[in-house]
C-alpha cells in the first residue's frame, strides 16, 4: 500500500512541475520574454495547453467569472497539495 501512495505522490508532484511551468510560461510569453513563434517554444506551450486546458476548462465552468484573471491553475495546484497532504496522512497512518 505504501508503494501505491508513494507513486501517486510522484505522479502529484509531476502535475504540480507542470503546472507550474505552464503558469511561468504564460507570464514569460506575456510579457515578451519568449516569442511564440518559434518553434521550439510553440511546441512546448502548445503541449501544455493541450494538457492543461481540459483541466482548466473543468474548473473555469464553476469559477466566477473574474475578467481577465485566470485563477483556474491556482485551484488546481490547491487541490493538487490537499491530494498531497490527504496521501501523505493516510501514509503515516498506515506506517502504525
Given at each position: ?6 507513486i501517486l505522490l ?32 510553440w511546441q512546448i ?21 473574474m475578467g481577465g ?28
Amino acid at each position: 500500500m505504501m508503494s501505491l501512495i508513494q507513486i501517486l505522490l510522484m505522479i502529484l508532484s509531476i502535475a504540480k512541475f507542470i503546472v507550474f511551468a505552464h503558469v511561468i510560461m504564460s507570464w514569460l510569453i506575456n510579457f515578451n520574454v519568449l516569442n511564440p513563434n518559434q518553434p521550439l517554444v510553440w511546441q512546448i506551450w502548445n503541449g501544455l495547453s493541450r494538457l492543461l486546458d481540459p483541466i482548466y476548462s473543468r474548473i473555469r465552468s464553476f469559477l466566477p467569472n473574474m475578467g481577465g484573471l485566470d485563477l483556474s491553475p491556482i485551484v488546481l495546484l490547491v487541490a493538487i497539495f490537499a491530494l498531497e497532504i490527504i496521501l501523505t496522512n493516510n501514509a503515516r497512518s498506515l506506517a502504525y
